[in-house]
């Protein structure tokens, strides 16, 4: 598909030298959120929601256009031109939101280290040592953007091999696997459609692609560089992401379909595997399966108690009174990883958490730079990789990312989520994305500014629905999300 035609003229340098701010990107892209829901999306629906993949993908390749093209259209930063436009309190806005979800979500990051690395080795506070090699990287390069931009490649080349040798392992059906591509069935319009595109469309990682072009140094001349940069970058992470959808599809496809799990002891740890017995060849395998399952730290089983749907309803007939139940689904990394010991052996728990960790610690460095930067340029005080202020920001949402991540391991000891916190990132969420967007829209529609860069009638319109897809899903995370879990926070 295209998405801009560029009038620089083309370069005869070598294709990965025309590479780096969309590699970037898709490494912040993919991280331990988009591997977690990926894997439960392809567990629970099988290769059916592929589509939704290439959907979102070309929604995000769109607005990485837009933010490579507004990089190299304008001599100035991008949140100098929204003060210019809109006014400073404006641009603080859209920093202080883009910060305060990098440093809130940031924890996350520092989970996924901490999980892909204490699967092998018992110890809480590696994060600390990771942390640590972070600020030394963003303080020790002069060059800093050259410096990122071969330690991603690194990543997207760890990560590429891992997941695939993972998925040509579990012997993917390709058959089912190309229908995936067709919208169709009865859940394809889903929360998991929704979590899916979120976690792929991801408009702050875009519009931190104006701030990479300018790192990376390209000027008008070499925009086409720029446009094949984020097609790639666009292409790794559809890859990527339909990789770590169809392992799971394959391997755990359809028998999560014919689970549920519920919680029935108050304290949280009695939980129950049911199993719809309506099919008694489909009960008998997926029953089989379910009892040979141990849990990745204890190696005890699993499941407190494992019963069939009939069993169920036949112990608490009255439907009202029954305990909650839920898809069966991944509740964290190492259970996806350790879940293909039985099938792989050693060799797939362990490619699986090397994607993990460069997943992890790739998107770790470049969205607590997105937040950093960002803020700082919308204070008008640096937008440059040598400017005090952006790394100052920088440090600050990796050390609180590493903070909230120690209190979850040592204190909670990963038994709950800092609640509060992610609420309030939430909240973020549902303002930020929509107005990030949208101002990357409105800016790079004006011919005054971008010239003959500006939106075609073809990227304007691709730009007006990824908008309006960003505004439903606010809208479904705070309904669906963000008020009852503030209902309940209230209430308690």
């Not at 392992?247 to 049911?274: G, M, N, W």
């Not at 204890?298 to 494992?306: D, M, S, Y």
Request: with cysteine; aromatic share 10%.
């Amino acid at each position: 598909m295209s998405t801009a035609e560029p009038t620089g003229t083309a370069t005869s340098k070598k294709w990965h030298q025309r590479l780096g701010p969309g590699l970037i990107t898709a490494c912040v892209v993919i991280g331990p959120g988009s591997i977690l829901t990926s894997s439960n999306v392809g567990g629970r629906y099988g290769y059916s929601l592929s589509w939704v993949v290439v959907v979102a993908v070309v929604f995000m390749l769109v607005y990485m256009s837009m933010g490579a093209r507004l990089g190299v259209s304008v001599n100035q930063s991008a949140g100098s031109l929204i003060a210019e436009r809109l006014g400073r309190w404006f641009a603080v806005l859209i920093g202080i939101s883009v910060f305060f979800i990098s440093a809130a979500f940031q924890f996350g990051n520092n989970l996924g280290v901490h999980y892909a690395l204490t699967t092998y080795l018992d110890v809480n506070y590696l994060i600390v040592i990771f942390n640590a090699l972070a600020i030394g990287f963003l303080l020790a390069f002069k060059n800093m953007y050259k410096a990122l931009e071969k330690l991603m490649m690194a990543f997207v080349g760890l990560m590429l091999v891992a997941f695939a040798a993972n998925l040509i392992i579990s012997g993917p059906r390709f058959g089912e696997w190309f229908s995936g591509f067709i919208p169709s069935g009865e859940n394809q319009f889903s929360l998991s459609v929704l979590a899916l595109v979120g976690t792929t469309f991801v408009v702050s990682a875009a519009f931190f692609q104006s701030y990479l072009v300018r790192q990376k140094g390209w000027s008008k001349n070499e925009l086409r560089d720029g446009i094949v940069d984020v097609r790639v970058g666009a292409f790794i992470m559809a890859a990527i992401t339909l990789m770590l959808m169809a392992t799971p599809a394959t391997v755990f496809y359809p028998d999560f379909q014919h689970e549920r799990t519920a919680t029935e002891s108050v304290d949280s740890k009695t939980v129950t595997l049911i199993i719809d017995d309506s099919n008694a060849t489909d009960y008998q395998r997926v029953r089989k399966n379910a009892e040979a399952e141990t849990d990745w730290k204890t190696g005890e089983p699993k499941w407190a108690v494992v019963m069939s749907s009939s069993e169920f309803e036949e112990k608490y007939p009255d439907a009202d009174s029954r305990p909650k139940t839920e898809p069966r689904g991944f509740k964290d990394l190492p259970e996806i990883g350790t879940s293909l010991q039985p099938l792989f052996g050693s060799i797939g728990p362990t490619l699986f958490f090397l994607g993990v960790f460069a997943a992890a610690y790739s998107s770790f460095l470049v969205n607590s730079m997105i937040g950093g930067f960002i803020l700082a340029d919308g204070l008008g005080i640096g937008h440059k990789p040598e400017d005090k202020w952006p790394k100052i920001f920088t440090i600050s949402v990796l050390m609180i990312g590493m903070l909230v991540g120690l209190y979850c391991i040592v204190v909670l000891e990963l038994k709950t989520s800092p609640v509060m916190l992610i609420v309030s990132a939430q909240a973020a969420t549902v303002l930020a994305s929509p107005v990030v967007a949208g101002t990357l829209l409105w800016l790079t529609s004006r011919k005054d500014i971008m010239g003959e860069n500006v939106n075609t009638p073809l990227q304007l319109t691709l730009g007006i629905i990824g908008l309006i897809l960003l505004l439903v899903m606010s809208a479904n995370l705070a309904y669906y999300t963000v008020i009852p879990k503030i209902q309940a926070l209230l209430a308690a």
